[in-house]
């Protein structure tokens, strides 16, 4: 497998400075960001689906959005983060890249907010990337704005492995996050209103496209 990576990596193009700039920031910092393959994976599928509008929970940094917004030129892209101090450092990377007119980046919390910022439109495409414990919530709450035909990708669904665990293996403070996760795994792959796929790429990346 190793070996097959090393040719599929022979191929790369060479990164925009930016984004080399915000693996080290995450990377130094400990900010949490996807993965190469996962990354790569997502951003394929999204070339594929070629949504005019996405919605993102969970912005970190900007990395995702960022990614998103350099791949997708015709693509409009909200993101939606909690946390002031990443929140303020997404806005500098995202003024640093020009995406200003195509990127909007909330401040708030996810599962409390009504801004109008975001809910006064609907979305092709939302991405899940924030608390796992949380996903379910974060599923409901803004599915009923992902237009039909629309997909909806959760990120982290195996949490490094963890999910292969029993709860005696998990410790004792991930231990209802992890429960979370994998009942929202279980009620959402066996949704009628989904066509539901997860794939073993990355950190696990679920697929839900609505009926």
């Known amino acids: 497998m190793d070996n097959y990576k090393t040719y599929v990596a022979s191929f790369a193009k060479d990164k925009d400075p930016l984004i080399v700039e915000m693996e080290q920031f995450a990377k ?31 912005s970190a940094i ?10 997708l030129p015709k693509a409009s892209i909200v993101t939606i983060e909690k946390d002031t101090g990443r929140y303020l450092k997404a806005v500098e990377f995202i003024n640093k890249g020009g ?9 708030a919390d996810a599962l409390l907010t009504d801004s109008d910022k975001v809910f006064s439109k609907t979305y092709d495409a939302l991405f899940i990337d924030a608390a796992k414990g949380q996903y379910k919530r974060f599923f409901e709450k ?18 490094h492995g963890i999910v292969l665990h029993g709860d005696k293996d998990i410790p004792r403070r991930n231990r209802t996050m992890i429960r979370n996760l994998k009942e929202f795994t279980e009620w959402v792959m066996t949704n009628p ?12 990346l679920l697929i839900a496209v609505k009926k």
């Open 28 to 58: 130094e910092h400990h900010v949490p960001i996807m993965d190469s393959d996962g990354i790569d994976l997502f951003i394929s599928l999204l070339r594929i689906q070629n949504p005019e509008r996405i919605l993102e929970i969970g």
């Open 62 to 71: 900007g990395y995702s959005a960022i990614r998103i917004a350099g791949a």
């Open 99 to 107: 995406y200003t007119d195509r990127l909007s980046i909330v401040e």
């Open 142 to 159: 803004y599915a009923p704005i992902v237009n039909t035909g629309g997909v909806i990708y959760c990120d982290n669904m195996f949490m």
């Open 193 to 204: 209103g989904y066509e539901t796929s997860l794939l073993p790429v990355g950190d696990g």
